[in-house]
């Protein structure tokens, strides 16, 4: 599974959206709204990792999901600042 699938999943839990039939938000909405967020949280923390966010095409690499290389804290910061951004922005 790719970053766009377990990232999303834990955004979409942390702002209550997880009723597949009727989701708040596009699957396009989570996904840029978690590569802005990436972007954010590489200027906020120095993980130790490097990565290449490319915010007009939605693009994340190396992906911190790997199994061989799993980034948890990045992934963890990541996902809470997305439910920032979208909870602010519902505010």
Not at 57 to 76: M, V
Request: hydrophobic share 40%; with cysteine; glycine share 4%.
């Amino acid at each position: 599974m790719s970053w766009q699938g377990q990232m999303s999943t834990v955004l979409r839990y942390l702002i209550d959206d997880v009723d597949s039939a009727s989701y708040k938000f596009s699957d396009d909405r989570i996904e840029t709204t978690l590569i802005v967020a990436a972007q954010l949280v590489t200027l906020e923390v120095d993980l130790g990792n490097t990565y290449t966010i490319n915010v007009e095409a939605c693009s994340l690499s190396p992906d911190p999901t790997d199994a061989d290389t799993k980034d948890n804290a990045f992934i963890n910061l990541t996902c809470l600042k997305a439910a920032c951004v979208i909870i602010g922005s519902q505010v």
